[in-house]
C-alpha cells in the first residue's frame, strides 16, 4: 500500500531542490524502468500507481524511485563534453544519448544547466542516462585544471571539417540562446564551427543536432 | 475588419485537406513572417490578430496567409534528399533546416510523409521551408527514373565512415518505427548506417538527428 508520505515525496521529487535533497529521481514507464534495472543504477522503490499519483503521467501505471547516482572520478583518456549553461530538458536528454551512441564516458555541466534527473530530461534519455558519468561543477575551475585541450563551438569559429582533431579533448557548446559564455571563452583555446552550405539566412542549428554532428566529427577519424 | 468567412477560412488551413483545396498555408508569429516576406513565397492576406482567431496560439499577434508554392522541377545535379514516411511534424521541420544549412535543394517526400505545411512543422523549420523545394511524390517510381546512385539509411547498414560517397545522390531516410518501407528497400542501391560507438544498447538515433550526421558527411568530403 502507498502511504500518504510516500506520495508526498514523490511529488516532491519533480523539484530538483527535492530531487537533491534525497538523492532520489522518479521515472516512469515500464520500458526506461526495465532498461535502468538492467544497469548500475539503484533502484529505492517501485510502484504499480494507480489514481494516486494524480498530476503525474504514468504511462503503463509503474513508477521507479531510483537513486541519484554519485558522479566517477573523470578520466582525461578520451574526448570529455563540457555543456555550459544548455536550459532545454529536450536538448539535454538527446546529447546524453549522443554521447552514449558515440561511446562518450563524461558529460560535465556548468551549475546552471538543467538538471540531468527533470523528468523531461529523463523521457529524451531513455536508459542511457544510467550509462553516462554526469557532473555539476563549475567550469572555469575545472577546464583551468585539465590536461586536454579546450575546443569551444561557436557560430564563426573554423570550421571543423578542416582542422585535424586529436584524440582527446575538450568539447564545449553553449547556451540555446548565448552559446559559451565570457568567463568559459576566456579559457577555450580553440574555436570551431560548423560551417553553413546553404544561404546565410538559414537558421542555426539547434545545440543538441550540433553536438551530433560533432561527436560524429571526432569518431569518425 | 476579418469577416466570417476568412476566420472560418483560415480556421480551416489547420487541416492538410483544405490547405491542398486551397493551395494555402497560416503562419503565426512575427519572425517567421517577416522571414517569409524577405523570400519569393507568395504572401496571399497579413492579420493582425485579436481574439477572433481563438483556438490559435497567434504569438505576436500576427498571422500571415501564404500561396503554397508549386514545387519546381528537380535537377539530378546535387545530393537529394527523400524522406519515405517520416511522420512527426518537429523531425521534418528539422529536416527542412538541415536541407537549408547544408544547402541541399531538393527534398522528395513519400505521399505519407506528414505535410511540410502542417502548423508544427512551419514552427520548426522558421524560414527554411521558403528555400527547399519539396515535392510529394510516389517514391517508387520516383527513385526507379532517376539517373543517381540511391543510399538508404538502415541500422545495420555499411558505415558511412567508411564508404566513398559521390559528389551527387540520393539519400533516404525512412520512418521513425519501421525504417525505409519494403518498396523502396529493393531499389536502394547502397545500404548505409552510422555506427555506434557506444554499448549496443543504446537507443537508435533519431531520424533529423541522422540526417544532419549524413549531410554533415556528404558535404564535408
Known sequence: MVVKSQIRLIKSLQQKKY???HGLFVVEGIKVIKELLSTDM???????????FRGMHTPNGILGVFHIPKPSKIHFSDWILVLDSVRDPG???TIIRLADWYGIEHVVCSPDTVDAYNPKVLQATMGSIARINITYTDLVPFLSGNPLPIYGTYMTGTSVYTIAMPKKGILILGNEANGISNNVNLIAQQKISIPQYGEQ???SLNVAMATGILLSELRRK
Chains 1, 2 share one sequence.
Open 42 to 52: 539503484q533502484v529505492a522503490e517501485l510502484y504499480c500507481s494507480d489514481a494516486k
Open 19 to 21: 530531487r537533491n535533497e
Open 91 to 93: 536538448n539535454l536528454g
Open 201 to 203: 539566412t538559414a537558421e
